[in-house]
């Protein structure tokens, strides 16, 4: 029981590590907290769903074509609503990623309707027993694949001209846009990535939590408390702090009560945010 | 009894002393400047007396208390008034309701006061706004009343920043670099101010690199250099110091 | 012309604002302008909180949930006078409001923010899970309409006058409170905190007030929205309801006051005369928040004071940030 409650917890964490990753880049290149964030799930999602259910296209191929037409979605929503407020007052920018938010939801209902759409496992949702635990392979895909994709961000900032160049730009644009970064084509490039973080986030949970217009609410709000719990300006705080909530979330559910899952969750997060302000991986405020 | 001091105050902050056992004395109706070279520990010196850092060691006793871990406010309201050295107004707000804010421990009506706007609380306005008005007289900013502070020029700004520190009705005054990036005619009259706010009965401690105005105002000075005291005098005495001399006069002029 | 303006401008919105049952009788329309009353009611609060002191809250729903919630339990559950209930609703989300501002004590900013949205959170699903007390998701039937001698506020006309007068008190309150001390030092918080406290001003005292005096507003509109509609569920304090009272503070403007009162009216009355385009009202709202703060960041509450200082021929009065402004009080 514990064993496997801890298990799916990783897996569902992961999925919420990868929506923090995004909103940890957002934070740190843009210096905004993302409301529209968990909307780059619903658009990954509704987009694999299109591809490969409306259009039968096979899994391994709609997965780029998904991810591509996700990257592309975000480069026009950073161009019409984020872009122009560029050095306005932090709030502004705030409130616009609240109608951003709005925004993409309901278009998203206006043209796909409200009710929830199947969609076919692929990872296979079949429990196979290790040991004499139960182990979902979906499961197992989506840890593995929250883990490698955080390993590969943290090479690209860390290794990469690209990914060097966004972290300068993150931290002080102006010195960056001196040494010749080009700073709002980086802070493009960051959206756009964080835009496929979460583009991925949503439709590895697409076969369990089905795909909705609305998807996007719940599982932004579990990636932005995670990714707060484990400090914004840290690639691998945010994984940990999506690992942390999820098996929380799921060992909450299994013994004290599915009701108050998420209340635990974040009445935990509340608790080590008083006690660590600045998250677990973040420095020190 | 002296009216500010300080026994062995030390700060480090990762390893550097910022500020190294530093006794002080400033003795009431003194104008009493910190020098020293840049990085020498003075504005740090001067959070540590007003609050914002907390000492590692040492202590500081003002009016005879000891005051070492008292909040920010708290010592405000024992009568410890500071300017900023980067100035720190409320920017959108205007020049009569930021020396207002300045009056705030002084003044008494609370929320209830407020919503009900009883009596006592529009009388106590009332006379607040007059001594804020005399205030902002007194540092040359009237007729600026309803400005944002925002819109005002600088050498304005740093008067204000005085004003308001003025308000919290402070006994002594912390001023930290009030000349800086003053052009010349605001230099002679904040010379003057300083002369003029000493004169009301208030202790003034100042951390100044101007050094004419230093020498002309200040009755005593003390030297830092890395965070420690390497002399203190009167400017006669400093200036032949042979210490001060080599760490820093000697280098800057 | 100008000073007729500057004399009656007040007295001529009060009237026009209680002759609204008088103006129409459509019970849908009543009902409409009593929601915008308690919208209006929570924008100001949620103004007091951010807008004033610059603190952060995207869980102001569950203030507003506690507080319908308390007065709907007194008086279904207790039996407890309905006027009970309006007073015991702002003082119970008062004390929550408290406790939830205790942690600027240690958080600012977005990390306080996150504590807000964990906390309006956790009361949606306490709503929703404390099934004895609340009835869970199907919600609490018959709350109790007032009642002001023999005269009972069972209609949306008559109930809308108390409405309207708490909004009105509501605005007494900010005006009121801004213009103080208090209101100064919480301004003074928002600007620069540091200084804020070498002028003497003890911040955590004074940010838990706004807190305290933002969840009671909230809380009495709460129990002014409970007996409105006689019924109270989770799915009114969800945390999409926080959001929109967010929206209306913006687009009316932050920190305005007239602007907080206009935000609410409009982005309350807009969708739901949008209706007719379903789900495409709401998309249209979310372009226009976002058209808002590109292109008006100032909000109509900016609007507000331009052609205020217009018509009353006053130049002196400028707005504090986002148009917060000396007129009308």
Redesign the interface.
């Known amino acids: 029981m514990f064993v496997q409650q801890v298990i799916q917890g990783l897996a569902i964490g992961s999925v919420y590590g990868l929506m923090a990753l995004g909103y940890a880049l957002m934070w740190q290149a843009w210096a905004v907290?993302d409301?529209a964030r968990g909307e780059a799930a619903m658009i990954g999602a509704f987009s694999i769903l299109v591809f490969h259910s409306f259009f039968k296209i096979p899994f391994v191929a709609a997965f780029p074509l998904a991810i591509a037409t996700s990257a592309i979605l975000g480069y026009v929503i950073q161009w019409?609503?984020y872009r122009?407020?560029i050095g306005?007052?932090p709030?502004?920018?705030l409130?616009?990623t609240?109608?951003?938010?709005?925004?993409?939801?309901?278009?998203a209902?206006?043209i796909y309707g409200?009710d929830p759409y199947p969609f076919p496992t692929v990872f296979g949702d079949k429990p196979v027993s290790i040991g004499n635990v139960l182990v979902v392979p979906q499961n197992v895909w989506i840890t593995a694949i929250g883990f490698a994709l955080v390993v590969l961000l943290r090479l690209f900032l860390t290794r990469t001209y690209t990914g060097k160049a966004m972290r300068a730009a993150a931290q002080d644009r102006e010195t960056a846009a001196l040494m010749g970064i080009r700073v709002k084509q980086s802070m493009a490039l960051t959206f756009v990535l964080a835009t496929c973080l979460g583009a991925i986030a949503g439709l590895l949970v697409a076969p369990v939590y089905f795909v909705r217009a609305d998807m996007g609410?719940s599982i932004g709000?579990r990636g932005?408390?995670s990714a707060?719990l484990g400090g914004?300006d840290s690639v691998t705080g945010a994984m940990i702090g999506g690992l942390l909530l999820g098996v929380t979330e799921n060992l909450a559910a299994g013994y004290i009560?599915s009701?108050?899952?998420?209340?635990i969750a974040?009445?935990i997060?509340?608790l080590i945010?008083?006690f660590r302000?600045q998250g677990i991986m973040g420095r020190r405020? | 009894m002296a009216l500010l001091e300080t026994q062995g105050l030390s700060i480090s902050f990762g390893g550097v002393h910022a500020v190294q056992g530093v006794d002080l004395q400033v003795e009431k109706g003194e104008i009493f400047t910190i020098i020293g070279p840049n990085g020498a520990g003075k504005t740090t010196f001067f959070n540590l007396v007003?609050g914002?850092y907390k000492a590692n060691s040492g202590r500081v006793i003002f009016k005879g208390d000891d005051i070492t871990h008292l909040?920010?406010?708290?010592r405000?309201?024992k009568g410890i008034?500071?300017s900023?050295q980067v100035l720190?107004?409320?920017?959108?707000?205007?020049v009569l309701?930021n020396a207002?804010?300045?009056?705030?421990?002084?003044?008494k009506?609370?929320?209830a006061?407020?919503?009900l706007?009883t009596s006592a609380?529009v009388r106590?306005?009332a006379e607040?706004r007059e001594k804020v008005r005399q205030l902002l007289h007194f540092v040359g900013l009237d007729g600026k009343e309803?400005?944002?502070a925002k819109n005002l020029s600088y050498g304005q700004q740093k008067r204000l920043d005085i004003a308001?520190?003025l308000?919290?009705d402070p006994e002594i005054l912390l001023l930290d670099e009030p000349a800086a990036g003053l052009n010349t005619q605001d230099l002679a009259s904040l010379t003057d101010m300083i002369q003029r706010i000493r004169d009301r009965g208030i202790t003034v401690l100042l951390i100044e690199h101007k050094m004419d105005l230093v020498m002309s105002i200040s009755d005593r000075i003390m030297v830092l250099n890395f965070g420690k005291k390497i002399a203190e005098g009167t400017p006669d005495e400093v200036r032949q110091n042979e210490a001060v001399i080599e760490a820093y006069l000697g280098k800057e002029e | 012309m100008k000073n007729l303006y500057r004399k009656y401008r007040t007295v001529a919105l009060l009237l026009l604002a209680y002759a609204v049952p008088v103006l129409t009788r459509d019970p849908y329309v009543l009902h409409l302008a009593n929601m915008a009353c308690i919208f209006a009611i929570l924008t100001l609060s949620l103004n007091i909180l951010?807008g004033f002191t610059g603190q952060?809250s995207v869980g102001h729903a569950a203030f507003y949930g506690i507080g319908a919630y308390t007065s709907s339990l007194l008086a279904v559950k207790a039996g407890a006078p309905v006027w009970l209930g309006f007073l015991a609703a702002p003082v119970v989300a008062a004390v929550f409001g408290i406790l939830l501002g205790l942690?600027t004590l240690?958080?600012?900013g977005?990390?306080l923010?996150?504590?807000t949205?964990?906390?309006g959170?956790?009361m949606y699903?306490?709503f929703?899970?404390w099934i004895s007390l609340t009835n869970g998701p199907k919600g609490l039937t018959g709350v109790p309409a007032p009642r002001i001698g023999s005269i009972v506020l069972d209609t949306y006309g008559s109930y809308y006058f108390l409405s309207i007068t708490l909004l009105v008190l509501t605005i007494v309150?900010a005006y009121?409170?801004l213009y103080?001390?208090?209101?100064?030092?919480l301004?003074?918080i928002r600007?620069?905190e540091?200084?804020?406290?070498?002028?003497?001003?003890?911040?955590t005292y004074y940010k838990v007030?706004a807190f305290c005096?933002s969840a009671a507003l909230a809380g009495m509109a709460g129990a002014l929205y409970a007996h409105e509609i006689m019924f109270v569920s989770p799915e009114s304090f969800v945390?999409?309801e926080s959001?929109s009272i967010?929206?209306m503070m913006?687009v009316g403007g932050?920190g305005s006051i007239p602007g907080s009162v206009v935000g609410a009216i409009t982005l309350t009355l807009v969708p739901e005369y949008l209706r007719s385009f379903?789900?495409?009202r709401?998309?249209v709202?979310?372009?226009?928040?976002?058209l808002?703060?590109?292109y008006s960041?100032q909000g109509i509450g900016g609007w507000i004071t331009r052609v205020d200082q217009y018509l009353s021929g006053t130049a002196?009065r400028?707005p504090?940030?986002g148009g917060v402004e000396r007129g009308a009080a």
Request: with cysteine.
């Open positions: 907290l409301f019409l609503a122009p407020l306005g007052i709030i502004n920018r409130i616009a609240l109608g951003m938010g709005i925004l993409l939801r309901n278009l209902r206006v409200a609410l709000l932005f408390a707060v914004l009560s009701g108050y899952q998420a209340a974040f009445s997060m509340i945010l008083i302000p405020l | 007003t914002y909040a920010p406010y708290h405000t309201k008034g500071r900023f720190m107004l409320f920017r959108d707000m205007t309701d207002m804010v300045g009056l705030h421990c002084r003044l009506s609370n929320l006061g407020a919503l706007r609380t106590e306005e607040g309803h400005e944002m308001r520190a308000a919290t | 951010t952060f942690p240690r958080l600012r977005f990390y923010g996150v504590v949205l964990g906390f959170e956790i699903q306490v929703v899970n309150v009121r409170l103080s001390r208090v209101g100064r030092a301004l003074a600007e620069n540091t200084a804020a406290e070498a002028m003497g001003i003890n911040s007030m005096v945390n999409a959001v967010l929206s913006v932050i379903g789900d495409l709401l998309v709202y979310g372009l226009a928040i976002v808002m703060v590109i960041p002196i400028k504090v940030r």
